[in-house]
């Protein structure tokens, strides 16, 4: 976890033990002139509140605009709102452009305690309870409808300003190019870009860590806590290797680092010393590297360090020769292992011979929002939160079909780390919200990526990379 969600984290927890203290003293001095069986309904009723309407990591207000800014060349169109319409006055956009439509909506009473959202042609897209200012609808793959006869709009719990502005970009489809994809661990290249990797024809895929700490759910089996990070060490593994291949990526095509699970950043902080497994013993990082078809140069010796794991991904890149890297956005993503996986990229890159044209960056998670994307599984990705400026990136979307969608969610059920049931309390929570508030979660599991990453679209910004001078 970066610095900056470590503070927002804290600064929630404080926000939220004040304001129960100003409950439970408001409920002392009430408890003096009401009767005493009042006492335990009021504090079941608060708690159902709290659950289905202030449980949400929401570290920032909705009432603040995204702050985005894109590539001077990239010049806004204007769109017109006519009779429930959104119409371009363009006769057509380029074919696979990226579209993106900057909006000013204003949150309803009932946005305030229902997710508002807008629908635009076959798709909706959801924003914060209480959302008010800019925000960025993605209509990618309706290009043709917007251009050819508009898309009918319609905000549910909210309104949408008449001054729209659509943004194109046109960045090189990846699916023709050499693709390598960096996974910090076995499930984010599924998370992030299974659509793309299984439409694409020359794919790798590089991970990183064993993934194997916090295997509490394995010690159920009678394990001891170190037995079972082994366990889960192994079983993710195997899944770095095995489960791409559903996606039509064969195991020749993917590498296993091995490295340790929150490691990356001590060991970037010290790159001569070997940091160990916080919770399996292990110390060898060759006991995970038995199914790779490639040699690389950490097998020599098997220590985790930070040298290490830069000159093997400069080996990768020599190997594969990819045309670009998908890996995790350095300013979106506050990972900590995600972080250190795009540090370990770029220096990788000063020491090899090959340089990739284009970067394709991805967030699996985010600074100040747990819940994005926001909405329903199978509904379309709106631009995340930026309430810092970011860095003026191009953008490519890339649309999944339903086959895509469901082959998607399969390949993250094979995910070893996303078949634990949710603790018990999460699943109270979700019966509240789906009661109370209307939300749902996909029938095909219960773990919220299913939700999250099960979309018509997979979001990356797009970097050229830069040469070495």
């Known amino acids: 976890m970066s ?10 927890r404080r926000t939220k033990r004040l304001v129960m203290l100003v409950i439970i003293a408001s409920l002392v001095v009430v408890g003096f002139t009401a009767p005493l069986w009042l006492l335990p309904p009021v504090l079941l009723l608060l708690w159902i509140v709290h659950e289905a309407w202030f449980a949400d990591h929401l570290f920032y207000s909705p009432q603040d605009d995204y702050q985005y800014r894109f590539p001077e060349h990239i010049q806004p169109q204007s769109v017109r709102s006519v009779n429930g319409r959104w119409q371009l006055d363009m006769e057509s956009l380029p074919q696979q452009a990226t579209v993106i439509v900057k909006v000013q909506i204003t949150s309803s009473w009932l946005g305030r305690w229902f997710d508002p959202y ?9 924003f914060e309870r209480g959302a008010q200012g800019v925000r960025y609808l993605n209509l990618t793959g309706q290009a043709d409808t917007l251009a050819a006869e508009g898309l009918p709009v319609q905000g549910r719990f909210c309104s949408i300003a008449t001054n729209i502005q659509l943004y194109i970009f046109e960045p090189p489809s990846p699916v023709i190019d050499n693709i390598m994809i960096l996974a910090p661990h076995a499930d984010d290249a599924e998370l992030a870009a299974f659509g793309l990797y299984s439409s694409a024809k020359n794919v790798s895929i ?11 759910h394995y010690q159920r089996l009678g394990l001891s806590q170190q037995q079972a990070a082994q366990l889960k060490g192994r079983l993710r593994t195997w ?16 590498v296993q680092l091995g490295y340790y699970c929150m490691q990356l950043p001590n060991m970037a ?10 919770q399996s013993g292990e110390a060898d990082i060759r006991s995970a590297r038995q199914y790779n078809a490639m040699q690389l140069p950490a097998d020599v010796t098997g220590v985790p360090t930070w040298q290490n794991l830069v000159a093997d991904l400069a080996a990768c890149l020599m190997y594969f020769k990819p045309d670009v890297v998908v890996m995790p956005h350095p300013e979106i993503d506050p990972h900590a292992d995600h972080i250190a996986t795009t540090q370990a990229l770029f ?5 090899s011979d090959w340089r990739p044209q284009r970067l394709f960056l991805y967030a699996n998670h985010l600074h100040d929002n747990d819940r994005w994307p926001m909405g329903h599984a199978h509904t379309g990705v709106a631009l995340p939160p930026a309430m810092l400026e970011l860095p003026a990136d191009g953008l490519f979307s890339y649309v999944l079909s339903d086959q895509q969608q469901l082959d998607k969610a399969m390949a993250l059920l094979m995910q070893h780390d996303l078949q634990p049931a949710p603790p018990f309390k999460q699943r109270v929570r979700r019966m509240i919200q789906q009661l109370l508030t209307g939300r749902r979660w996909p029938k095909t599991g219960d773990n919220e990526f299913l939700r999250k990453a099960v979309r018509k679209h997979e979001l990356f910004w797009v970097r050229d990379c830069i040469e070495k001078e």
Do not use: Y
Request: charged share 20%; with cysteine; net charge negative.
């Open 239 to 254: 899944d770095s290797m095995a489960i791409p291949l559903w996606g039509g990526v064969p195991q020749a095509h993917c």
């Open 3 to 12: 610095v900056r969600k470590q503070q927002l984290l804290k600064q929630h």
């Open 347 to 351: 220096q990788a890159l000063e020491q």
């Open 269 to 278: 902080k010290q790159p001569d010393l070997p940091f160990a497994s916080k």
């Open 206 to 216: 590089v991970t990183l860590t064993q993934g194997e700490i916090e295997a509490e």
């Open 118 to 126: 807008i629908c635009v042609g076959n798709d909706q897209q959801t």
